[in-house]
């Protein structure tokens, strides 16, 4: 479907905001029903100090759907579970 | 090394990061010194003690190409062979088959996007600029630098949505067609809103999230059925 179908079969006539407006639509969709998958890959370092377990979540993200590491025994990269809370005694940690 | 990954790794989601953990007395650990003692408490957690190039994967939603040039209806052309070849020199993908096999058969144009799989060393995402050779059987492509390899190989290329990346009035929205009337809902739910009625704002927005999730149903037709009971009324 255009951009110009959408506009007709509503009735608006600004372009620029109906984009902007699609662009929520397809926000709504990818943060419910992940209709479209991207992928990103980051070295894993060797921790040296309280911070080096830190990974940025990609900056455009909408919504995680998995989170694998690779194993490199196989060159697989397999899924890893979450925890639903932070281990305590390593908040702070200098020697992880 | 990192073995057993999918049971001796864990995430912590805090913020905008992402906190990894492994278990210290898993596989990759030494648990028993040479005198004999164990030294690590059992499920005690520890950071990542070792380097591994892209070994952290993370699988996403995002706004990924919202708009493209062509309908993802008719973003249909394909074709597959084992007598595709590609030549670095030229740039171009060639089939045995001189037919007009890409063009006319395949229903590929200049200007499509395809996703090159199954090929020894090619596998990537190029651009068609044109055709040539005798029975249009080049492809000439951009895009990707392409890598010497005979024919031989199982190889199938398909057209994929080419984003519109400055889009306009005549762009595609990069849905299928149940999600695109999903979006109409959403602009006339926005429409709505503007215009301060907000019972039909609620409406379409309803309208909106049940298109979604029938989508989703689509994908998993599941067919129920049950016992009659003892004293159903046949």
Redesign the interface.
């Known amino acids: ?4 179908e ?2 007709e ?4 006539k600004e ?1 620029t905001l ?2 902007a ?27 040296v100090d309280s911070d ?7 900056a ?15 060159s697989k ?7 639903n ?3 305590y005694y ?1 908040l702070e ?1 200098t020697a ?1 | 090394m990192s073995s057993n990954v999918e049971r001796e790794w864990f995430y912590y989601l805090k913020g905008r990061h992402i906190l990894l953990y492994q278990l210290l007395s898993g596989s990759s650990s030494e648990r028993i010194t040479q005198s004999g003692v164990i030294r690590t408490r059992e499920k005690e957690l520890m950071y990542p003690n070792e380097d591994i190039a892209d070994g952290l994967r993370i699988e996403y939603t995002a706004l990924n190409e919202p708009f493209v040039s062509e309908s993802l209806e008719t973003t249909t052309a394909t074709a597959s062979g084992t007598d595709i070849s590609f030549a670095l020199s030229g740039t171009r993908i060639t089939t045995d088959n001189t037919n007009n096999f890409w063009d006319t058969t395949s229903g590929f144009v200049a200007g499509d996007k395809i996703r090159v799989q199954g090929s020894a060393s090619n596998d990537a995402d190029y651009t068609i600029d044109s055709f040539s050779g005798g029975g249009n059987s080049n492809m000439v492509v951009s895009g990707s630098t392409l890598t010497d390899e005979n024919t031989g190989e199982r190889v199938t290329v398909t057209q994929i949505p080419k984003e519109a990346t400055s889009p306009d009035e005549t762009s595609h929205i990069n849905l299928n067609k149940m999600l695109s009337l999903a979006v109409v809902d959403y602009l006339k739910a926005m429409v709505y809103e503007q215009a301060g009625q907000m019972d039909l704002k609620e409406y379409y927005m309803k309208e909106f999230y049940g298109k979604l999730g029938d989508n989703e149903s689509n994908k998993r037709k599941i067919s129920m059925s049950f016992p009659a009971g003892v004293y159903a009324v046949r």
């Open positions: 479907m255009t951009v110009l959408a506009m079969r509503v009735g608006l372009t109906t984009i407006w699609i662009k929520d639509a397809i926000h709504h969709i990818q943060s419910n029903s992940k209709d479209k998958l991207k992928v990103t890959k980051q070295d894993i370092i060797k921790a080096d377990n830190k990974y940025l979540l990609p455009d993200m909408i919504a995680v759907d998995s989170i694998s590491v690779k194993d490199t025994s196989d990269y397999k899924r890893i579970r979450r925890l809370t932070q281990p390593l940690d992880p």
